[in-house]
């Protein structure tokens, strides 16, 4: 298996490459390999696929730097295009959280101006923090950075609860604390993000997760509007568990796995994504 190795400074070049990038979630290494193998230039690790995937926890705040850093070293190791990781809002100390992520592999992570007892950017009930202490964590975070290359996201949750015009004013002026990119959540149409793109002055990210306030939209229109990279967080996960389910249920009612199998990866599909039979027969020369 490879080390794991920062993707240095391979978000960047993905934005330049491609607008808008398609950020592909990935809640574990085997994901992560597929998302790479069918082309995706960017992946994603979700505070929440975290907590529900790895955990079986509701997303919360109740995962540590050191759990997202195990999962964040586990796609990192077999994978080579970059990895942003949700950083939720750093931690005991963003400096120390920024440090870790890196050397577990990222590319790069985001910190939102959410409290500490955060919820779903979708979701009611957010409590934000002002301006200024968003501020000091961003230039905390910024002093754990490893070098230039590595993206420092700000990820603000203010449209919701206090407007569009106050959400564009804090991302200006987390951008100017030293963040690269921004992430506007919760944002309900595409003027908004158009607004967004047009305001700020470093590249935005839009959340296309599903069942949120979010309409569905594709990366076209959002590139249209000019958004330079959108994120999928747990769309993958969401379809795996709904497969999940269907078997389960089907397996219980029927006493076989038979009506499923056609939407089933096969044992050879699984094989070719893990190089299985390559190491298979680097095991066998070893043995010799």
């Not at 990935?26 to 955990?55: D, H, K, P, T």
């Not at 501020?135 to 420092?152: D, H, I, N, S, Y």
């Not at 700020?200 to 959002?222: C, I, Q």
């Not at 078997?247 to 599909?269: H, K, P």
């Amino acid at each position: 298996m490879p080390e794991t190795t920062s993707s240095g400074g391979g978000l960047r070049e993905a934005v330049e490459h491609e607008r808008p990038v398609q950020v592909l979630g990935a809640v574990n290494a085997c994901a992560a390999i597929m998302a790479e193998r069918l082309g995706a230039r960017a992946l994603y690790l979700s505070g929440a696929g975290v907590a529900n995937a790895s955990f079986g926890l509701p997303d919360l705040g109740f995962t540590t730097l050191e759990n997202v850093c195990e999962d964040a070293r586990r796609i990192s190791a077999v994978t080579r295009v970059p990895l942003l990781v949700d950083a939720d809002t750093g931690w005991d100390d963003p400096g120390e959280s920024v440090a870790a992520l890196a050397a577990a592999g990222a590319a790069g992570c985001h910190l939102e101006d959410q409290v500490s007892a955060k919820r779903c950017g979708h979701r009611p009930g957010k409590a934000l923090v002002p301006t200024a202490e968003m501020v000091a964590r961003l230039e905390t975070a910024g002093k754990g950075r490893p070098g230039p290359a590595f993206v420092l996201m700000a990820r603000t949750d203010a449209a919701a609860s206090e407007g569009l015009g106050a959400a564009i004013d804090r991302a200006n002026a987390y951008v100017a604390a030293g963040a690269d990119m921004i992430f506007a959540e919760a944002l309900t149409d595409l003027d908004s993000f158009r607004r967004f793109a047009d305001e700020v002055p470093v590249p935005v990210l839009a959340n296309m997760t599903e069942f949120g306030t979010t309409p569905m939209h594709t990366a076209g229109d959002f590139g249209a509007a000019g958004i330079a990279l959108v994120l999928y967080p747990l769309s993958a996960f969401r379809s795996m568990n709904k497969a999940a389910e269907n078997t389960y249920r089907t397996i219980l009612a029927t006493g076989s796995q038979q009506d499923v199998l056609d939407g089933m990866q096969t044992r050879e599909e699984l094989y070719e994504y893990l190089d299985y039979h390559d190491a298979e027969a680097e095991q066998d020369r070893r043995r010799i």
